[in-house]
């Protein structure tokens, strides 16, 4: 039997094994097999960690040049990229995505989060005013941008790298120290970014991990720890509640990246090539576990059934496998348990009247892959608006086609949600693109497009989707405390 690795926490620029000795077991979803243990902090292990933070703050981290932590910055990049195939490996078994994929997104985002960042903070410019005063001298009044403090980073496992190094490249950048507690389906690279952390020079204490769960375990522990100054989360709409309540105490602001069920709406005059190859990536990439994906397709009645007939096709042609498999587009899902959850969406949708245009179940994978945590893409047509399976957030790969016939209707029923995360609009009509955009209750739009990011535009949610904007310059309202200094002439 080959022996397990272990994910040990990173605290102080140290690896350390919790006190407790307490393990779980990490699964590799592609084959169901565990094939390694994390340890799980207790409330000594994030002490040690929010401690570490904070001596950190106060040590040469805390008095560097802007300059000096910039160049640590791009160096923590660079030494990723070195890492490139160390990342790749790393990320492609804690999730089974395919390796085109995380090759392509995953392990480039992650350098690219830090380079980004470095630059945005290298180049902005505090204001200033000059103000009358009733003597006639005056005063000038400046602002500066401060590092929050101690940040604690909560994050989720569909884009583990990517998602993290969307929180730690701003908060370093910005000069604040981090605790970050990675999901615990998905510890490894938020380890092995400790070994860059200490290659890149960055100080010890600036960059720590901590393994566990949520509720009464790590999670917990950290986001209702006193000597964190801001809490920053990605995942569930219900955790971003419990979070914000943790929050609450000590009055800490809070940046929330949280659920979608978001809308795709196809007019008649699209291009529909086009339409159905990014629905095929909106509905599908990432197995459906993509918090900007699609899960209810609108479609003007005169191409609906054309649309529906090119995307089964598109679907069926899909190949599901292990990461490394040849030619791979669908990996499996996340664990056993998000299966049954998303299993138990396809036999609701049955019972809700749906038609399954294709999929429904579970395929049959044999060889290293027999046990994995795969499942059927599937789409559906026939079901109401007010079913769970159109209301609810399903993060798998599966879509409703709905059909409809004006478009002041479409909007309403695009809108019609608890959420407002992101849509996309396929239409040739620029006016009816930009129109529409704009009465759509999300906080991305894409227009004959999807995912199609620049990182220095903001990033959130509307609604239950989220608290606050990330990305670009919108980052530093969450990572500095601006201070204004007025000096009297
Ligand atoms: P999740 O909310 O179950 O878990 C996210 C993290 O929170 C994990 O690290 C978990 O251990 C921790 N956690 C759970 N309960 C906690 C608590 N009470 N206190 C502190 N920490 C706690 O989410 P998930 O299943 O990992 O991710 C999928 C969800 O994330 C989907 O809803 C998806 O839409 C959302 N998501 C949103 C975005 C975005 O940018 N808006 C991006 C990716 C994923």
Not at 133 to 140: L, N
Not at 268 to 290: I, P, W
Not at 401 to 429: H, Q
Not at 464 to 481: D, M, N, P, Q
Request: hydrophobic share 40%; aromatic share 8%.
């Amino acid at each position: 039997m080959t022996e397990l690795r272990e994910f040990l926490h990173f605290i102080d620029g140290a690896y350390r094994p919790s006190a407790s000795g307490k393990t779980f077991p990490v699964v590799a979803p592609a084959t169901g097999e565990t094939y390694a243990v994390a340890h799980e902090a207790g409330e000594t292990e994030v002490d040690a960690a929010v401690s570490a933070a904070r001596s950190a703050l106060n040590g040469r981290w805390g008095v560097l040049s802007v300059a000096d932590r910039i160049d640590l910055v791009i160096s923590v990049a660079d030494e990723i990229t070195a890492r490139f195939d160390d990342f790749l490996e790393a990320e492609i078994t804690d999730t089974g995505k395919p390796r085109s994929l995380a090759s392509h997104i995953d392990i480039p985002r992650g350098a690219a989060n830090f380079r980004m960042f470095a630059d945005t903070i290298r180049t902005i410019s505090g204001e200033s005013f000059e103000t009358a005063t009733p003597d006639g001298a005056g005063a000038i009044n400046y602002s500066l941008r401060k590092p929050r403090g101690v940040i604690a980073v909560i994050c989720p496992w569909n884009f583990p790298l990517l998602l993290m190094t969307w929180k730690v490249g701003p908060a370093l950048a910005c000069g604040n120290t981090v605790v970050v507690k990675p999901s615990e389906e998905t510890p490894a690279t938020a380890t092995l970014l400790g070994e860059v952390m200490n290659k890149a020079g960055v100080p010890k204490g600036v960059y720590n991990v901590v393994h566990g769960f949520g509720p009464g375990s790590a999670g917990e522990f950290l986001t209702s720890h006193p000597g964190v100054d801001g809490i920053t989360f990605t995942g569930e709409t219900r955790t971003g509640e419990a979070i914000m309540k943790a929050a609450g105490t000590g009055v800490r602001p809070v940046s929330l990246e949280l659920g979608g069920k978001n809308p795709a709406i196809v007019f008649a005059d699209a291009d529909l090539d086009k339409a159905v190859e990014g629905t095929m990536r909106s509905v599908f990439a990432n197995c459906g576990q993509v918090c900007l994906g699609t899960e209810r397709v609108y479609v003007e009645r005169p191409v609906f059934d054309e649309f529906a007939a090119r995307l089964k096709a598109g679907v069926e042609k899909l190949k599901l496998g292990g990461p490394s498999a040849k030619g791979v587009s669908l990996g499996p899902l996340i664990s056993a348990e998000h299966r049954e959850k998303v299993l138990s969406y396809y036999k609701l949708a049955a019972e809700e009247g749906a038609t399954v245009v294709t999929g429904g179940g579970m395929p049959a994978m044999s060889g290293a892959e027999k046990n994995g945590f795969f499942i059927e893409p599937t789409i559906w047509t026939g079901l109401a608006d007010d079913s769970r399976v159109v209301v609810e957030e399903i993060f798998g790969p599966c879509c409703a086609l709905l059909p409809f016939d004006e478009e002041d209707e479409v909007i309403a029923r695009a809108n019609n949600t608890y959420y407002g995360l992101a849509a996309s609009l396929w239409t040739d009509n620029l006016s009816r693109a930009h129109r529409v955009a704009r009465q759509l209750d999300v906080g991305i739009c894409w227009v004959n497009s999807w995912f199609l990011r620049d990182l220095r535009t903001p990033f959130g949610g509307a609604k239950a989707s989220g608290v606050g904007r990330e990305g670009g310059v919108h980052s530093l309202e969450f990572y500095t405390e601006l201070e204004n200094i007025c000096v009297k002439f």
